[in-house]
């Protein structure tokens, strides 16, 4: 079944670090580029990071550079994000997506995870 | 970074009837542009890609058009499935989403 698996989300406390998983299965992942969407409460989709599929580049939003760290492990189908120093605007569903093919659309997605930030 | 601004924030159309949705982007971004809906409860689903290009099992009532910085989607023929939220998205630079047009039952 060709399905993006997304875990990891918890309550967190401001400050904190956590790491987001994204497992793929019936896909090709070392040949996928991936990324990490986010949707705060209220709010519309925000994209967050990507990966190519060797690894060599990564992108991120100007809101999580430098908190934020996409990484994949290519040998167990999975995307990872580890956020660190988590403030509450993080509070968020975060969707590990696919890319439809390399500079293009997203043509599947995971069902999230939640992340809530709060003292 | 590239900003898409969708309108109306909200549109109300019977069944059976036709949507119509925009998007602008403050600059070009060529044939980048996508479309996405959104159920309560439901991941985002890819609609339309490339500007026009209807994606895997999208049916035929779903359409796209556009140029440049201003893009539309059309719903020819509302049927009830097709109540949600829907995002345009631009790849050409990084990758930004519109802030969402809520298509409500009239």
């Known amino acids: 079944q060709v399905q993006l698996v997304e875990s990891g989300g918890d309550m967190v406390q401001p400050g904190t670090s956590l790491r987001l998983s994204c497992v793929a299965s019936g896909i090709t992942f070392s040949t996928s580029v991936f990324h990490w969407v986010r949707q705060a409460p209220g709010k519309g989709l925000e994209w967050v990071a990507v990966m190519s599929t060797d690894g060599s580049y990564k992108g991120y939003a100007d809101s999580v550079k430098g908190q934020f760290t996409i990484s994949r492990d290519n040998s167990k189908n999975t995307l990872y994000l580890q956020m660190s120093s988590l403030r509450a605007e993080d509070t968020a569903l975060y969707y590990c997506?696919?890319?439809?093919?390399?500079?293009?659309?997203?043509?599947?997605w995971g069902p999230g995870t939640l992340v809530t930030v709060s003292s | 970074e590239i900003g898409m601004t969708q309108s109306p924030a909200t549109l109300s159309v019977s069944p059976g009837e036709r949507a119509t949705l925009s998007c602008r982007a403050s600059?070009?971004?060529?044939?980048?542009l996508a479309w996405y809906q959104r159920k309560p409860g439901q991941p985002p689903r890819l609609l339309i890609y490339g500007v026009s290009t209807r994606a895997t099992g999208i049916p035929a009532r779903f359409s796209g058009s556009g140029s440049g910085t201003d893009f539309i989607l059309t719903i020819s023929s509302l049927e009830s499935e097709d109540f949600a939220v829907y995002y345009c998205q631009q790849y050409s630079h990084y990758y930004t989403f519109g802030q969402g047009t809520k298509l409500e039952i009239k």
């Open positions: 600059q070009s971004v060529g044939n980048k």
């Open positions: 997506a696919k890319e439809k093919a390399p500079h293009d659309a997203f043509d599947l």
